[in-house]
């Protein structure tokens, strides 16, 4: 089966414009997770969805940062005004229900590059 | 969840078995050590997670040492697609462990 998709595979953009990038997780998993990854650097937590809410975006750096999943499959992570150090990698991931043991299957990210 | 410790970068000879090592001596008795790798330009992939027992899939083993202050993930014969960015992560199980906390890894270069 298909495994998490993101779109666009890579994104350009100037500062101070606004960024929607995409998350396609595996059909029937319920959680679903972004991290942020730097050049050189391991991914960061962003934030996890349960369903269709939020239940931690303790990562989410600043205000700018918003990500939705309306009908609990598909996930937004929106970027306004952006800024140069928003460049990095963006991953998702998703898993089962969350919690426990349970495997995170991750994306191939989207890359984000803010001149 | 505990902190780990990785040397940044290893090389193996293919054909041989990669031996990654991973310090976490201050992990709880609660928290399972799971190993991710990342193979350039991809996302991360899981490859197996351990309490306290050695355990082995279709991947790897991972053995973890009696007080379970460290642990080696085992490539019995590693091949040039298994040159990667390897993570060891410690987390907790259990209702509200979901995130993963990776470090900067070890970059395992397999040479021909």
């Known amino acids: 089966g298909a495994g998490v998709s993101q779109t666009p595979s890579n994104k350009v953009t100037e500062k101070g414009k606004y960024v929607e990038l995409r998350c396609d997780p595996i059909?029937?998993?319920?959680?679903l997770y972004w991290y942020r990854q730097s050049l050189g650097q391991g991914p960061e937590f962003l934030i996890y969805?349960?369903?269709?809410?939020?239940?931690?975006d303790s990562g989410l750096p600043n205000d700018r940062f918003f990500a939705v999943r309306p009908e609990g499959s598909v996930s937004t992570l929106k970027i306004q005004r952006t800024e140069r150090g928003d460049s990095a990698v963006y991953l998702c991931?998703?898993?089962?229900?969350?919690?426990?043991?349970?495997?995170?299957?991750f994306g191939p990210g989207t890359r984000l590059l803010v001149l | 969840d505990a902190k780990t410790t990785q040397p940044p970068s290893m090389d193996c000879a293919e054909g041989r078995a990669a031996n990654l090592p991973c310090n976490h001596s201050?992990?709880?008795?609660?928290?399972?050590v799971y190993w991710y790798r990342q193979i350039h330009s991809q996302g991360p992939q899981y490859i197996i997670h351990?309490?306290?027992n050695n355990e082995t899939n279709e991947m790897a083993s991972l053995i973890i040492t009696e007080d379970r202050k460290s642990s080696t993930l085992i490539l019995p014969h590693a091949t040039l697609r298994d040159t990667a960015v390897y993570y060891c992560?410690?987390?907790?199980?259990?209702?509200?462990?979901?995130?993963?906390?990776f470090g900067k890894g070890t970059k395992l270069s397999v040479i021909p």
């Open positions: 201050t992990i709880s008795g609660n928290e399972y």
């Open positions: 991931a998703s898993s089962q229900q969350g919690g426990g043991q349970e495997t995170q299957y």
């Open positions: 969805f349960q369903g269709t809410g939020a239940a931690d």
């Open positions: 992560i410690v987390r907790v199980s259990g209702a509200g462990s979901y995130q993963l906390t």
């Open positions: 351990g309490l306290k």
């Open positions: 059909s029937g998993h319920t959680a």
